[in-house]
């Protein structure tokens, strides 16, 4: 289980700095088009290119946030439950995110293998979507195992308890 986990540590760290990759080159494409606005030479598909862009640092944050509670949650009433009761809430929700987020990857992947058939591609600058549909399937599936891997920990938990 440890070669495991650490797998899926390294993988959500790769992912972690595809998006952050993605993040500097999402801010420089808009920088240097502001400039080039000014001049009058924008450059040409940077508003398809900074949303490909959005959507891989999107995706690739995911696995990585979630891993260190990065996300925004609302705990008011959940901390004065006993430490059993908020780990069987905290299995549930988990239970759910896993049930929602398999899923959701599962038909991104077979939307992309049908925008693959298709040939689609985006609108100005003609590049295939189905690569970028096909990392956003990845990294949801990988986010999805990253949910599995915190579900067997909170079982832990609960048997220890």
């Given at each position: 289980?440890?070669h495991?986990?650490?797998?899926?540590?390294?993988?959500?760290g790769?992912l972690?700095?595809?998006?952050?990759v993605a993040?500097v080159?999402?801010?420089m494409?808009?920088v240097?088009?502001v400039?080039?606005?000014?001049?009058?030479?924008?450059?040409?598909?940077?508003?398809?290119?900074?949303?490909f862009?959005?959507?891989i640092v999107?995706?690739?944050?995911l696995?990585?946030?979630?891993?260190?509670?990065?996300?925004?949650?609302v705990?008011?009433?959940?901390?004065?439950?006993?430490k059993k009761?908020?780990?069987?809430?905290?299995l549930?929700?988990q239970?759910?995110s896993?049930?929602?987020?398999?899923?959701?990857?599962?038909?991104m992947f077979?939307?992309?293998?049908d925008?693959?058939?298709?040939?689609?591609?985006?609108m100005?600058?003609e590049?295939?979507?189905?690569?970028i549909?096909?990392l956003?399937a990845?990294?949801?599936?990988?986010f999805s195992?990253?949910?599995?891997?915190?579900?067997v920990?909170?079982?832990k938990?609960?048997?220890?308890?």
């Amino acid at each position: 289980m440890k070669h495991f986990n650490l797998i899926l540590d390294r993988t959500s760290g790769g992912l972690k700095f595809l998006g952050a990759v993605a993040l500097v080159c999402m801010m420089m494409l808009t920088v240097a088009d502001v400039i080039g606005r000014f001049f009058k030479h924008p450059i040409f598909g940077s508003v398809e290119l900074v949303g490909f862009l959005a959507v891989i640092v999107m995706a690739a944050a995911l696995p990585y946030t979630f891993k260190m509670d990065g996300h925004v949650g609302v705990e008011i009433i959940v901390r004065l439950l006993p430490k059993k009761t908020r780990l069987r809430l905290a299995l549930l929700t988990q239970g759910l995110s896993l049930c929602l987020f398999s899923i959701i990857a599962w038909q991104m992947f077979l939307y992309a293998g049908d925008i693959h058939e298709t040939g689609e591609v985006s609108m100005n600058l003609e590049f295939p979507i189905y690569y970028i549909v096909y990392l956003l399937a990845t990294a949801l599936a990988i986010f999805s195992v990253t949910i599995l891997e915190r579900i067997v920990d909170i079982i832990k938990q609960l048997k220890e308890s």
